[in-house]
Structures are given as structure tokens and as C-alpha cells.
């Protein structure tokens, strides 16, 4: 009977109001961004040398290995594949409306252009729906930072690109 429960509230439709964008990538899609930039970052390509890096040994470790993963996403088509993705894992379990807080501030100080993160962003927002059903929109995270850099950058951002999934912002740190 448990497991007919358990099947039942598996496929019931869901909705995630809070999902953290380079937070939620998969180890699957960790592992393809590893490989893609091999010889240039520490992370792991190989599936069981990354659930050993994912073992974390504390708060400091985690953020190392957090940053790590940042550091991954490099071009706008990093960007795209990381979303897409988090669109595809979340629709596959019965996920049909989801709010990601993406942080702008973070890829376009890292040489992403804004046109390009958002582009990357919105297409895979598209597809995602297209391919699984399933909607995504935007949480803009403005950075907690000693200055208002970040919220500007995020501000300016947001008025001048117009990401049709942006629906909010929030408040880093």
C-alpha cells in the first residue's frame, strides 16, 4: 500500500518557489561542464571521482567545492545547458512550474555579456517547456556585496534585457 501511496504523490504535479540556479546542477551535468572545460578546472569529469569530490568535510569545504562548480560556467552556453538541465530533472519529477534565482551579477563580472546570459537563459526556458512541460521563471538574485555594484548591475540588467521569465528579485546574503 506504501508503495502505491508513494507512486501516487511522485507523479502529482509540483511547483518549486525556490530553486538556486548553480545550487541545483546535477552531478551529470557537472560532470559534462567538467569535461567540456578539462584541463582547466579541478572538478571531476569522471562520475565516481565527482561523488567523492561532493563528499564534503565541512561548511568551508562545501563553498570551495560551491565556487568550483561557479567556476564551470563559463560561456553562455554553459549557462543554457546548466538551466535546460535544471529544467529537464525538475519537470522529470512531476515539477510543472518552477522559480530558479539566477544571479547575473555573478556570470557578467565573470565575461558572460548580459545579452548573452539572458538569451542563454530564455532559450533554455523555451525548450525546457517544450521538450518537458514544463514553466520556468526567473528570481533575479541581487548579491550581497559591500557595494551597491551588484544590485545595480542586476537592475540594469533587468530593464534593459526584459527576460519574459523574470518575475522577481531576491536578496543575496
Do not use: N
Not at 561557479?70 to 543554457?80: M, T, W
Not at 525546457?128 to 537592475?155: N, Q, S, Y
Amino acid at each position: 500500500m506504501a508503495t502505491d501511496l508513494t507512486d501516487f504523490i511522485a507523479c502529482l504535479p509540483k511547483v518549486e518557489l525556490h530553486v538556486h540556479h548553480v545550487g541545483s546542477a546535477t552531478p551529470q551535468t557537472v560532470a559534462r561542464l567538467a569535461e567540456r572545460h578539462a584541463g582547466t578546472t579541478a572538478v571531476p569529469a569522471d562520475p565516481a571521482l565527482l561523488a567523492e569530490y561532493f563528499t564534503f568535510t565541512d561548511f568551508a569545504h562545501f563553498i570551495e567545492v560551491y565556487l568550483s562548480v561557479v567556476d564551470l560556467i563559463r560561456d553562455a552556453e554553459d549557462v543554457a545547458t546548466l538551466t535546460y538541465d535544471i529544467g529537464a530533472g525538475l519537470a522529470a519529477q512531476s515539477v510543472r512550474y518552477a522559480e530558479l534565482t539566477l544571479t547575473p551579477y555573478s556570470s557578467i563580472v565573470r565575461g558572460i555579456p548580459a545579452e548573452a546570459y539572458c538569451e542563454a537563459v530564455e532559450d533554455a526556458r523555451l525548450r525546457a517547456d517544450r521538450d518537458h512541460g514544463i514553466k520556468l521563471r526567473w528570481c533575479f538574485d541581487i548579491p550581497g556585496e559591500p557595494t551597491m555594484t551588484g544590485a545595480d548591475v542586476t537592475l540594469e540588467v533587468a530593464l534593459k534585457q526584459r527576460p519574459d521569465g523574470l518575475v522577481s528579485f531576491g536578496l543575496g546574503s
